[in-house]
């Protein structure tokens, strides 16, 4: 069975959510209150129907009851019991797969898939209902009718909470139980094993509370209480009553529930994946959780991989790059929450941008999925040059980058780095492009469409690089200041060299040579085309921050016209965020 | 063939259909065939009494019930079509008269043509079987036909058998429509139902009829068995021709008591069934749209007075026999003349207060005080029971108006299927598909070949008939 479509409404902060997720792999990635572990609940309690579940006010929108909790999850890829007419065939629904929703009746002539859509009410009487959801059966009773329990069993997804030891145990609903067919303990089996450590309790305890025991007759006379002879300490049939879920996995006398969280997940994802078969739907909360990076990847690359169509559909939530750079973007969804009308949408991460590799920037910046807003930025020297920018205005009381959820990255190149800002802006992130402004993208339109789309531009003053920016248009200090840099560089020589190699009317002898003369206009032209051509800055990025912090930094009131309006800009983008 | 080929044609055909003379064991085949099949079958028949005596059996046999879902061709196709609206374009959900039923099997066909719920069919069932088929009307024929696209089935039936039902809906011509849709692959021909009984006589006999019948040759009365009485019906008046049949019936009826009758009259006058029955004591069969109790209610409606006791009293004369109703008008008229001083008794009471409002509750309480009496008799007792429901009913608040509750008690009536007295008159319309240990027919020249045939085999120890002539011509249809 698979999830085709999860529709949420009024539960906790989602007002509205619908969602058709992968086959596969869902991992939800998004700000920390954009609902993600709400549709991971969603789904736990709307397949799980645990009647003993309590709800109460907070679990609806607003913390008002007044309108009912709705979670409807539509199931497709039934088992071919689940269609028959004397089953649930009555109640199916269609499934469009291609433009994703849902026809009310089912319609296989026409490429539709027959599906069921299990419903979760809860209205202000906080009791839930579980049902079959058609639209056409709205007021009469054949709305009531709802899974048997034992077909209920079949939809019941498993979850790796944080805590997970019931797992590791033959509890209700574990897995450990459901690899063992629903086996139940005998009943008689456990009473004899508590009927056994009673009598064993009884020959050891002699004496361990006889003189308590001793004193209660005594104190028990002058009340008119007369108690016998055999008054003793023993186990309480009610205290030790043992229930299936009291047998646990253990290696040796030591329960498996003590492995530390990290290694009990594993195992618990390991046999969940084998009761797949039996389990359709697995829910992760925070699967980075307790894991080592390496671990990470071992337990991704594990769920992930094909073993004979078995697999369990995978819900999951994680603030891990290491995860992210595990997954595929298809198996990636952005929640986001739009915080006035608290309608919640989640997004596939996969935007088909056919100028961009999309797995690429997931490999590559993984960070930028986890922030709020992203910054692309042209190249290496722009990443650097904001880093070190952020750096100097923390110095200088301004709230960091991270405050406001912004991250830095790079775009690889002109023509790259809008695609990459569409993407993320597709994404609902809020954007902002920050680019040299001596060429132009190949695309002449697509800097107009990013704008529309609601992506800040920045660039520098028309025809200018960043190199042409730092060497001509803020003071000789600055100047001189890249210079020491550049001298205190690993290669320092070569760059010297290359330098001397341009064929032009300056010549230099040496460091100390160009520092006195960087001031020069001709000498400044020459530097900012000799940085550009052999990419002095681009390849060394703790350098370009480094102009960012100490030369950029200081220098902005330097800065006039356009340039100064891209950096009041930029800043002005991160206060915004 | 033997019993387990026959199994095989049955279970593994794609399209067939079996002929199933009277009392040959169609119920027992059908059983075992569902025992015979692979996979879930899905049994269709025409009424909840069919569809009980089906799941009886089942279950007699011990057959797992997750293997067979046994329904009515009605409540499937209604079932089915209002599930899925938006394909069969059924909007109602509660159909309440033929019409709406009409539309409820249209739209099932529509939907089962739409390749909509294919998958959801072929996931239900592995097959179908279809009970009584000669019953089926013409739309409820192209259902199955639809069914049948996506399902293998069998049909079961005797056209023999086929009555032509109360409402002018034509059924299918067998040969032409129902055979080339369901080709023959068996005919039963083992007369169980009167092996049973040690009556092998009769079963054989019974065949022979159905061969001259099919044959269109008259029945000879004169060569049958001795559990077949004729009884020659003279007389020079009309008067005394009636008077020498109640006779014949009356003495025809001298059986052991727990042995059940049943007499069988002209399928189109209810009025002279119910005078009969009332002459000889037995209980009428009603049809569904019972004339006598439309009348009752067209007729109560709008009087009022002395005027509205006249209507009570004149169906209480028609529906039993000892009622004393005019002494009862009488006493009601010295009331309304202020002449009366003594004090009246409940029954009195009752039907002063029928005059005096419009309220349904006194005729009620006549009635059903009515039934305690001594020495009262009631032969319509289905219409009797009926009319108490029906103003049970509205009393209760559940219908306003007492057509509506009439029609709707009917209809229940209809599906639950009917128990029969000990001594029942009822017509071959009424009685087919049902058995009984002794048969009286009358009004036989009124008999189409259908009708002579359900009537001589509706029961399995004696079949008497009371007729001008020994012999059997019956009218052409």
Request: charged residues 25%; proline residues 3%.
């Amino acid at each position: 069975m698979k999830i085709r479509l999860i529709e949420i409404q009024n539960f906790r902060g989602i007002r509205e959510l619908t969602w058709a997720p992968s086959e596969q792999v869902n991992c939800l990635i998004g700000a920390g209150d954009a609902g993600k572990t709400t549709i991971i609940d969603a789904i736990d309690l709307t397949l799980s129907s645990r009647y003993q579940t309590t709800f109460d006010d907070s679990d609806f929108f607003e913390g008002k009851p007044a309108q009912a909790i709705e979670i409807t999850i539509t199931l497709g890829d039934l088992p071919e019991i689940f269609k028959a007419v004397t089953k649930y065939g009555g109640h199916t629904r269609g499934w469009d797969a291609e433009k994703k929703i849902i026809v009310d009746d089912p319609d296989e002539g026409n490429g539709l898939e027959d599906v069921l859509s299990v419903r979760l009410v809860v209205n202000h009487t906080l009791e839930p209902k579980w049902n079959l959801y058609k639209a056409s059966f709205t007021g009469d009773p054949r709305s009531e009718r709802s899974l048997t329990f034992e077909d209920r069993q079949k939809i019941v997804p498993t979850r790796l909470g944080v805590y997970t030891d019931r797992h590791l145990a033959w509890g209700r609903q574990s897995i450990l139980t459901r690899l063992s067919g629903n086996a139940c303990v005998g009943v008689e089996i456990l009473a004899e094993a508590s009927r056994l450590a009673r009598k064993h309790f009884k020959a050891c305890e002699e004496g361990l509370f006889k003189e308590t025991v001793d004193q209660i007759s005594e104190w028990a006379r002058p009340v008119g209480v007369k108690l016998g002879k055999n008054i003793a300490a023993r186990l309480d049939v009610q205290g030790i009553s043992l229930t299936s879920g009291g047998i646990s996995l253990h290696e040796g006398d030591i329960p498996l529930r003590l492995l530390g969280a990290g290694s009990a997940r594993l195992l618990i994802a390991a046999l969940q994946d084998h009761a797949a078969a039996c389990v359709p739907f697995a829910l992760i909360d925070e699967v980075e959780h307790g894991l080592e990076p390496h671990r990470i990847s071992r337990l991704l690359r594990y769920l992930k991989s094909d073993r004979d169509g078995t697999r369990a559909q995978l819900f999951m939530t994680t603030h891990s790059p290491v995860v992210l750079q595990e997954l595929g973007i298809d198996d990636l969804a952005v929640v986001r929450r739009d915080k006035p009308t608290g309608k919640v949408t989640a997004i596939s991460a996969k935007t088909d941008i056919a100028e961009l590799d999309s797995q690429a920037p997931l490999r590559s910046m993984p960070n930028s999925y986890l922030a709020r807003s992203v910054l692309v930025c042209e190249g290496k020297t722009e990443v650097g040059l904001a880093r070190g920018l952020d750096r100097y205005w923390v110095k200088n009381k301004r709230d960091p980058f991270a405050t406001a959820g912004v991250v830095a990255t790079s775009g690889r190149g002109k023509d790259q780095a809008p695609q990459l800002a569409k993407h993320f802006r597709k994404l609902q992130y809020h954007v902002a492009l920050f680019m040299d402004n001596d060429k132009d993208p190949d695309n002449s339109k697509i800097l107009l469409e990013l704008e529309r789309l609601g992506v800040k531009i920045l660039r520098w003053e028309k025809g200018k690089a960043s190199e042409d920016v730092l060497f001509h248009d803020i003071g000789d200090g600055a100047v001189k200041r890249i210079i020491e840099l550049l001298k205190g560089e690993e290669e320092a020589a070569k760059i010297l060299e290359q330098f001397k190699g341009m064929a032009g009317k300056c010549s230099v002898s040496d460091w100390d040579d160009l520092q006195k003369k960087c001031t020069d206009t001709a000498i400044r032209a020459q530097l900012a085309t000799c940085a550009k051509k052999h990419d002095w800055i681009k390849t060394r990025m703790s350098l370009s921050e480094l102009i960012g912090l100490e030369v950029l930094g200081p220098n902005l009131e330097r800065l006039k016209g356009e340039n100064e309006e891209c950096m009041t800009g930029l800043r002005a983008w991160v206060d915004d965020e | 063939m033997n019993d387990i080929e026959l199994l095989d044609l049955i279970t593994n055909c794609r399209r067939g259909s079996v002929i199933a003379p009277a009392g040959c064991g169609k119920t027992e085949q059908i059983a075992l065939a569902v025992l015979h099949s692979y996979g879930r079958r899905l049994i269709l028949t025409h009424t909840l009494a069919g569809v009980d005596a089906l799941r009886t059996r089942l279950k007699d046999k011990g057959a797992d019930p997750t293997f067979y879902q046994i329904t009515t061709i009605a409540a499937w196709s209604l079932r089915i079509a209002s599930a899925f609206p938006l394909r069969s374009g059924l909007s109602l959900t509660m159909p309440i008269n033929n019409e709406q039923w009409d539309t409820v099997y249209a739209s099932a066909v529509k939907l089962l043509r739409s390749k909509c719920i294919d998958g959801i069919i072929s996931a239900s069932y592995s097959g179908v079987f279809v009970d009584e088929y000669q019953d089926c009307t013409r739309v409820q024929h192209q259902l199955i036909c639809a069914l049948v696209d996506l399902l293998p089935c069998c049909v079961f039936g005797d056209p023999l058998q086929a009555i032509f039902g109360f409402r002018g809906n034509p059924l299918p011509d067998w040969d032409k429509e129902v055979l080339s849709a369901f080709p023959k692959i068996a005919k039963l021909s083992q007369p169980h139902r009167w092996e049973n009984v040690g009556n092998r006589v009769l079963g054989g006999w019974l065949i022979k009829c159905r061969d001259d019948l099919n044959g269109k040759r008259q029945i000879d009365l004169r060569c049958s068995p001795s559990s077949v009485n004729h009884c020659m019906l003279e007389g020079d008046t009309k008067e005394k021709l009636y008077q020498e049949r109640i006779k014949l019936v009356l003495k025809a009826l001298n059986k052991p008591k727990e042995e059940k009758c049943i007499i069988i009259g002209d399928s189109k006058n209810e009025t002279s069934r119910a005078l009969l029955a009332r002459y000889a004591k037995a209980s009428a069969v009603e049809p569904i749209t019972c004339k006598r109790l439309v009348k009752f209610v067209k007729e109560l409606e709008g009087s009022e007075g002395l005027e509205r006791l006249k209507v009570v009293m004149d169906l209480v004369k028609d529906i039993m026999s000892g009622a004393k109703g005019a002494a009862l008008t009488n006493v009601v008229q010295d009331v309304t003349a202020g002449k009366r001083k003594k004090q009246l008794d409940g029954r009195q009471t009752a039907c002063v207060e029928i005059t005096r409002s419009q309220d349904l509750k006194p005729i009620l309480h006549l009635l059903e005080d009515l039934q305690k009496q001594q020495g009262l008799w009631i032969y319509r007792r289905e219409l009797y029971s009926a009319l108490c429901a029906a103003l049970r009913v509205v009393i209760s608040g559940t219908h306003t108006s007492l057509a509506d509750a009439v029609w709707d008690v009917q209809n229940r009536r209809r599906h639950a299927g009917r128990r029969f007295a000990k001594r029942s008159m009822g017509s071959t319309l009424l009685v087919k598909g049902l058995e009984f240990d002794h048969a009286i027919i009358v009004d036989v020249e009124s008999f189409k070949r259908n009708d002579l045939y359900v009537a001589l085999t509706r029961a399995s120890r004696s079949v008497t008939i009371i007729s001008k002539s020994c012999l059997l011509n019956p009218v052409s249809c």
